[in-house]
């Protein structure tokens, strides 16, 4: 298989200063790999360091030692390994934009983007022609249920699950060769939560890597190919 | 945030082992970075962290008692900014970079009119014909929506809002490769600042200008900037991607800093 994601001994530690320099550490010494076409489904209990390991991933959370290594394939290279833990800023913004898709919990809302030019604006930013771009973003919209007459306002006052569904539609737009979905269907409504792993299934089908955290047993059941543990390794020392 | 062109790999701007010190106290110290083109460079920390003086001897106004800053013109290449003449230097700032001051009236004339606030840079470069020269005026002051009717008045009756879009009109008529921003959006009310950081949003992913923004907003940085630099009493204490150093410091201080915003 065509691996994408091979992380080697990677732990995260934090440290607290504000309380008092208190030391945590949330993850110790992980590996794993992550093919093209699988969707790996992260499982531990509350706690235990899901969201750290995929912001480790996407290099959000910067480790205390070990590797990410990310399959990237750049508009003009041929492709090769990149550890974004150790890589250069440029090099790991450049692996997000072409290879790393990241959905949270939450929307960054912009002031003043609408809800069509933030979710457009991806595929506007690959250099996809303007009308095209619109049209996939009112086509994605549409599928994720936010009506239409939201789609020229600013999603800062929207509810939480539309907000979940322009967080998605936002990256799924993009055919990104990695996935990394943080409880994406979270606040979502059975309909819409049917449609979102349509959306991630059809994505690992095409290629993608995926990995994710999800609590519901029925999206687990629905998108793993593969379960993930990390081993319960919390500790808490203080310092 | 914009795309980043990578495909430079020669650094527009550098500064190596930067100190300015102020009667003997160090205002910054020992500083390094290198900016990419099209890359925005964020430098956060609180008032006197000596932000505001590392702004000033990157773009060749204060020279630094220690270290060297570098930059990357278009005709020879890696010039150091304090010793070539003081006439390349100016020429340097009037054509290949910007300067974006807090308050507007440092960075307009306000004793002429808004266009000519934006058709003397061009004068400046070598523009000429009056024609063009006031066309492209008005296509700026469009580009920054300021009413193009407002063209022949004075900068002194806009609101606040309105001279800082045109001082960002000013130091873009010319396209720069580089613009420096003295806490652009803090001397405006809430709703014009979500105006301007759209704007200058799209500005600088439209001309992939690269900048660097100096402002104690994090919610400004987080918006704006590529990567962070996090600045306490001279020292750069924290560096990184900006997403990075916002959500997961290491720092105390940035701790302190990021713990200390309040949500709306």
Redesign the interface.
């Known amino acids: 298989m065509l691996k994408r994601i091979v992380v080697e001994g990677l732990s995260k530690d934090f440290?607290?200063?504000?309380q008092g320099g208190q030391e945590m550490s949330i993850l110790s010494k992980i590996d794993m790999q992550v093919d093209a076409g699988e969707c790996v489904v992260i499982h531990a209990p509350s706690g235990a360091g899901k969201s750290t390991l995929l912001?480790c991933l996407y290099?959000?959370?910067?480790a205390s030692s070990g590797s990410v290594n990310i399959w990237h394939k750049g508009d003009?290279d041929e492709g090769g390994w990149v550890d974004v833990q150790s890589a250069p800023?440029?090099?790991?913004?450049?692996v997000r934009?072409s290879t790393l898709g990241f959905v949270t919990q939450f929307l960054?809302v912009?002031?003043?983007?609408s809800t069509l030019d933030l979710v457009a604006e991806p595929l506007l930013?690959?250099g996809v022609e303007k009308q095209a771009a619109y049209e996939q973003a009112e086509e994605l919209l549409s599928r994720l249920r936010i009506p239409k007459r939201l789609w020229q306002i600013p999603p800062a006052t929207f509810s939480g699950g539309e907000q979940q569904r322009v967080n998605i539609a936002r990256t799924m737009i993009c055919d990104y060769p990695i996935l990394l979905l943080d409880e994406p269907t979270a606040s979502l409504d059975e309909a819409n939560r049917a449609t979102v792993i349509d959306m991630i299934n059809a994505a690992r089908e095409r290629g993608a890597a995926v990995v994710g955290i999800f609590h519901d047993e029925v999206v687990r059941q629905a998108l793993a190919t593969r379960i993930f543990s990390i081993p319960a390794a919390v500790s808490l020392v203080a310092a | 945030m914009s795309k980043m062109n990578i495909d430079n790999t020669q650094p527009l701007l550098q500064a190596r082992n930067v100190s300015k010190f102020y009667g003997g106290k160090a205002a910054c110290e020992q500083v390094n970075l290198s900016l990419y083109p099209g890359e925005v460079l964020g430098i956060v920390g609180e008032s006197g962290s000596g932000k505001s003086t590392l702004l000033n001897c990157l773009a060749g106004q204060l020279q630094p008692e220690q270290g060297e800053v570098l930059f990357n013109t278009r005709d020879e290449g890696m010039v150091e900014l304090f010793t070539i003449s003081e006439a390349r230097r100016r020429l340097l700032a009037r054509t290949d970079w910007g300067f974006v001051h807090q308050s507007a009236r440092d960075g307009l004339r306000v004793e002429v009119s808004a266009g000519a606030n934006v058709g003397e840079r061009l004068m400046a470069v070598g523009a000429r014909h009056y024609g063009q020269i006031r066309a492209e005026a008005q296509d700026w002051l469009h580009r920054v929506e300021i009413d193009a009717a407002r063209i022949d008045d004075l900068p002194r009756d806009f609101s606040g809002g309105m001279q800082q879009r045109l001082q960002i009109a000013r130091n873009l008529v010319t396209k720069p490769r580089l613009i420096f921003m003295d806490e652009p959006t803090a001397s405006l009310d809430v709703s014009v600042q979500a105006r301007l950081l759209d704007l200058l949003r799209q500005l600088v992913s439209q001309l992939q200008v690269a900048a660097v923004i100096v402002t104690h907003d994090l919610a400004v940085a987080r918006l704006l900037a590529h990567r962070l630099m996090v600045m306490r009493q001279g020292q750069v204490v924290e560096e990184g991607l900006t997403d990075q150093v916002l959500d997961d410091p290491q720092h105390p201080y940035t701790q302190l800093l990021v713990s200390s915003v309040l949500q709306a």
């Open positions: 440290t607290l200063h504000l912001r290099a959000n959370y910067r003009t800023a440029q090099q790991v913004l450049a934009h960054r912009i002031p003043r983007i930013m690959r």
